[in-house]
Each structure stands twice: as structure tokens, then as C-alpha cells.
């Protein structure tokens, strides 16, 4: 700043002797001299810029004392033709509407949308047999990236047709044992009930019993003729026939065979549930066996049933809408699981890697047929575009205004690729953590990208629009007067008066500064020429005492 100093020239008066004449004013930090019919201001506003600059004359300032008409005036305001406004630079903006947010300003990043990224990797070690995309391919989901031969698939196959062999096994005897021991439970129920030995076989002629209806079916005979014995000793002990001791002999043959015979028809009952049982047990052994092996498949990235993927025009048609291939095992006629092994055209060493969303192939590792790949290798590095993420890096001192940036918040952000575009995008995290070196916490917003302008790894300036408890005016920060701590603008009532209203604002931020007191929609501010304004209202203020 310019220090403002008086010469001892006697040919020059001093500022003291100007002051005197009318000719110079020091007002609220405004230095004014009158030169002539004009005026020339040398000021210092509140931010310490300076500088001269010449007002033009007003109608009638360069004769006679200015009259009413002329420019005495209430205190803060001033009258200014249309074309002194235009001679001075003075311009104004109408308030058409309240901020209704805080602008948070911070660097950001354009990074891939982290749940649309993916690396594409070997399920399993082996040997790569196709490759069928390249880098910047634009894919679908399902669509074939590549075809690889491993032995630990081939392997897994072959193990998931011996277990299903297997299983076919166990459910046959199970089936079998199951009707064994219904057949033999109602069998038992027959004999007890006493029914003829021609009536159970006619009932259960085309049923399998197994070996139990011939142990049974013995064994009631012989206690039937026992039973008939027992019947015609009797008649004949009745009548002295026989001796006492022959027919207690005869009585001891029966009950020594009817206890054979009920104890054989428990055992009988016994053994056919205990069968049945262990192949129930049988059965489920296998089907474990049978899941662990599709299981083992599933992990290998490989259908669970062991059956080669079906391709259609370049397309895994089996991968399902969540990228992961359709795991449900396909049956044959009779409810069967289908066999791996069976017409497949392709080697059962073949599995095929596919892009499990659709998006664009970013990386290709350099692989061809021939070359040995594992677990570690990341062969495609793909994302879709079509959304970005944009994370922000909010500096502590800006805390208190992220803290109303809940998810969903506005963004807009810009790159200077485009210095011309503004995106938009919504808030889906506001950090929790804070970065030692730096002071800041991340904040993740997501954002559309269409045209797929945003590139991951781009820098932008990010603009998080924080909703405010109550609305305010925004207007250019240079609108904005300072005189003895005091803030004022002003505005422009009609075509040629203007007047000083004060008003409350918060801290400026990007040349812009949030009025929260003193000024409502429909008001003219000026926003250029202000100064001059302020300079010619303390003339006119001079003037008039």
C-alpha cells in the first residue's frame, strides 16, 4: 500500500491545508479528492487493494453548490444518469433465488466404480488353450474371454462321474431295501392276522420280499401244522386215546415252535428295517459325495455338473445375471444327475473364463495359447464405465460442513480436460477415518458416465454442495463494502438511484460470499463500480453540510 505523506513545498499545499479548502476528505478508509467538476478516488477497501480512479462530472458539480435536484440526498443514497452509470462501469445483479447449500471445495479423483471392477483371474493352474478378447474391447456379461486346460479339472470331472456312478448305486439298493421292508412289515401284519398262506400269496405275488418270504412263509407252515397237531391231540387225549405224557409232549413241540416262529417274524422285521436303514445311510454318503465334487467344481469356476459351458456366438449362455455360472445340476431321463463324461465334444480338461458384467477390457496380461497360467496371473482387468467413483479429499478444517454431506448429498466436480463441462454426482460415503500425514478423510461420491468422458485415475475439482439449516443469498464477494467493521452493499432502485443497505455475510469462499441478513430475492445488488458509488456518496455527504 501506498503511504500517503506530506512534502514541504511551498508551491504545493499540504494535505492539512486541502483539507481545509474542501478539496480532500479521509472517510471510513476512503482517501477522496475533488479535482474540478469531478472527483478522484484513491481508496483502500476492506481487503487492502488501492488504486485512483476518475469519477465522471456530474450535471452541475462543476459551478454553483449541487441543489436537491442535483444530489443532496438522504444519507447512502446517490443518483447517477444512465449514462454516468455506463461512464463509471457501474453493473448489477438481480437475486433470483437463495442458496439453499454450502459449497465445500476439495481435490478429487476419478477412480473405477469398485463393485463394477473386477480382476479376472484363473480359478485353477493350467495351460491357456484360447484367448478371444483384447484390451479395449467393449464385452457383455457372459461373453468368452478365454478357454484354459487343466488337469485339476479334468481330474474333478472324472471324480464327479465316479461319484455319480456311485450314487445311481446307492439310490437303486435304497429303492430296493425300501420296498423290502414294506413289503415284509405288511407280510408280518398278514401272519398275524392268521390269513391263509394262498391268500398272502396271492397279495403279495409281483411284490419283493426278498429272502424273508420264504424264512416266513416256512416257518407259518410249520406252525400251522403244529397247530393242527396240537388240535387233533387234543381230541385224542380227550378221549384216553393217548397217553398224558405223549400229549404234553405234543404241547411242548407247539409252543417251542410258535416261540421260533414269533421270534423269527421280529427278527424278520428287524433285519428288513436295519437293511433298509444302512442304505438310506448308503444313499445320503453318496449324494455327499456327489456335492463335494460339484462343490469342488463350482470352486474351480467350472459348472457344478461337471458338463462342459455352452457357447453361442462367442457367449458363455449358461453365466447367470450376477456373473457367476449357473450351478444347478442337469439331470438325464428318470430324474438322474447328467454325467460329465457324456457327449461332451470338448476335452474335460477344458473350462472357459467369461466377463461377469458387462464393461470394458482395461488390461490384458501378454498371454497366448500354450502359456502356463495360475492363480496369481490376472489375465483381464476390466470395469464398466458407465459409472464412476470420485473420491474426495476434505481437509479437517472442513469437518464441521462434511458432517451435514449425508449419503445422497449433491457433487459437482470438474476436469480440466473439460474446463467447459460440470458433472454431477451423489455422496455414497463421507470418511470415517482421517489420513495421518494429510488431515483428510475420503469422501466417495458416484457418479454417471455415459460418454465415458470421466477416465479412472483423472483429477477433477469437486464442489460438495452441503445443505444448509437456512437458505442465503450468494453474491459476488467484490459487492461487498466494509466501513468500521460494518458490511454493506448497493442496491439499484429505478433507473438512476441506488442505495446502501446493510447486511451480514459469512466469509467468502471462491470470489463468492453467502449474505445471511439483508438482502432478499428480487433485489438489484451492484457488483461493479461500487467503489465509485461509495466515493461519490461521501461527496455528496460533504456537500450537504
Known amino acids: 500500500m501506498n503511504n500517503l505523506t506530506t512534502e514541504s513545498n511551498p508551491s504545493q499545499p499540504s494535505i492539512e491545508a486541502k483539507k481545509r479548502h474542501g478539496l480532500i476528505w479521509w472517510v471510513g478508509g476512503t482517501f477522496v479528492a475533488l479535482l474540478g467538476g469531478g472527483a478522484l478516488l484513491y481508496a483502500f477497501d476492506a481487503n487492502g487493494r488501492e488504486g485512483t480512479e476518475a469519477l465522471a462530472p456530474l450535471e452541475g458539480s462543476h459551478s454553483?453548490?449541487?441543489?436537491?435536484?442535483?444530489?443532496?440526498?438522504?444519507?447512502?443514497?446517490?443518483?447517477?444518469?444512465?449514462?454516468?452509470?455506463?461512464?463509471?462501469?457501474?453493473?448489477?445483479?438481480?437475486?433470483?433465488?437463495?442458496?439453499?447449500?454450502?459449497?465445500?471445495?476439495?481435490?478429487?479423483?476419478?477412480?473405477?466404480?469398485?463393485?463394477?471392477?473386477?480382476?479376472?483371474?484363473?480359478?485353477?493352474?493350467?495351460?491357456?488353450?484360447?484367448?478371444?478378447?483384447?484390451?479395449?474391447?467393449?464385452?457383455?456379461?457372459?461373453?468368452?474371454?478365454?478357454?484354459?486346460?487343466?488337469?485339476?479339472?479334468?481330474?474333478?470331472?472324472?471324480?464327479?462321474?465316479?461319484?455319480?456312478?456311485?450314487?445311481?448305486?446307492?439310490?437303486?439298493?435304497?429303492?430296493?431295501?425300501?420296498?423290502?421292508?414294506?413289503?415284509?412289515?405288511?407280510?408280518?401284519?398278514?401272519?398275524?392276522?392268521?390269513?391263509?398262506?394262498?391268500a398272502i400269496h396271492t397279495k403279495l405275488e409281483d411284490r419283493p420280499v426278498g429272502e424273508n418270504r420264504e424264512r416266513l412263509m416256512t416257518a407259518y407252515a410249520q406252525y400251522r401244522l403244529l397247530i393242527a397237531t396240537i388240535e387233533r391231540n387234543k381230541e385224542l387225549n380227550d378221549q384216553k386215546l393217548i397217553t398224558p405224557k405223549q400229549f404234553q409232549e405234543v404241547t411242548a413241540d407247539y409252543e417251542v415252535a410258535l416261540a421260533t416262529y414269533q421270534s423269527l417274524m421280529d427278527e424278520m422285521g428287524f433285519e428288513a428295517k436295519l437293511a433298509y436303514t444302512r442304505s438310506q445311510q448308503t444313499k445320503k454318503q453318496a449324494e455327499s459325495a456327489v456335492r463335494t465334487a460339484q462343490e469342488r467344481l463350482r470352486i474351480y469356476g467350472v459348472k457344478s455338473d461337471g458338463t462342459v459351458s455352452n457357447l453361442k456366438e462367442g457367449k458363455v449362455v449358461d453365466v447367470l445375471p450376477d456373473g457367476n455360472i449357473d450351478s444347478k445340476s442337469k439331470v438325464q431321463a428318470g430324474g438322474k444327475p447328467a454325467d460329465p463324461l457324456v457327449a461332451n465334444d470338448e476335452p474335460v480338461s477344458t473350462y472357459s473364463m467369461w466377463a461377469p458384467f458387462d464393461g470394458v477390457i482395461l488390461d490384458r496380461e501378454m498371454i497366448v495359447p500354450g502359456v502356463a497360467v495360475d492363480r496369481t496371473h490376472r489375465i483381464f482387468t476390466m470395469a464398466n464405465l458407465s459409472t464412476v467413483w470420485v473420491e474426495a479429499s476434505v481437509h479437517e478444517g472442513d469437518f464441521s460442513r462434511l458432517s451435514r454431506s449425508e449419503v445422497g448429498t449433491r457433487i459437482r466436480f470438474r476436469s480440466p480436460a473439460y474446463p467447459e463441462i460440470h458433472f454431477d454426482g451423489q455422496v455414497i460415503y463421507s470418511g470415517d477415518l482421517v489420513e495421518e500425514k494429510s488431515r483428510t478423510i475420503k469422501l466417495l461420491a458416484k457418479a454417471e458416465n455415459p460418454k465415458h468422458l470421466l477416465k479412472p485415475g483423472m483429477f477433477v475439482d469437486v464442489e460438495v454442495l452441503s445443505p444448509r439449516a437456512d437458505a442465503a443469498v450468494q453474491i459476488p464477494a467484490t459487492a461487498i463494502l466494509i466501513e468500521d467493521e460494518n458490511s454493506y452493499v448497493y442496491l439499484k432502485q429505478g433507473e438512476d438511484r441506488f442505495v446502501r443497505r446493510a447486511v451480514e455475510a459469512e466469509p467468502p469462499s471462491d470470489g463468492q460470499v453467502n449474505v445471511i441478513k439483508g438482502l432478499d430475492l428480487g433485489d438489484e445488488v451492484v457488483v461493479s463500480g461500487e467503489y465509485k458509488l461509495k466515493a461519490l456518496s461521501i461527496k455528496l455527504a460533504l456537500s450537504n453540510e
Open 64 to 198: 454553483a453548490p449541487l441543489t436537491q435536484e442535483q444530489g443532496v440526498h438522504p444519507a447512502g443514497v446517490v443518483t447517477m444518469t444512465t449514462e454516468q452509470q455506463q461512464a463509471v462501469g457501474v453493473k448489477t445483479l438481480k437475486i433470483e433465488s437463495k442458496a439453499e447449500y454450502d459449497v465445500l471445495a476439495a481435490p478429487g479423483l476419478v477412480t473405477p466404480n469398485e463393485s463394477q471392477y473386477a480382476f479376472i483371474t484363473p480359478r485353477v493352474e493350467g495351460v491357456v488353450r484360447t484367448v478371444n478378447a483384447r484390451i479395449g474391447q467393449v464385452v457383455q456379461a457372459g461373453d468368452l474371454l478365454a478357454t484354459i486346460d487343466s488337469p485339476l479339472v479334468g481330474e474333478a470331472r472324472l471324480d464327479l462321474s465316479t461319484k455319480l456312478q456311485a450314487l445311481e448305486l446307492a439310490n437303486a439298493q435304497a429303492d430296493w431295501e425300501e420296498k423290502v421292508y414294506q413289503n415284509t412289515r405288511e407280510l408280518i401284519d398278514l401272519l398275524r392276522k392268521g390269513v391263509s398262506p394262498e
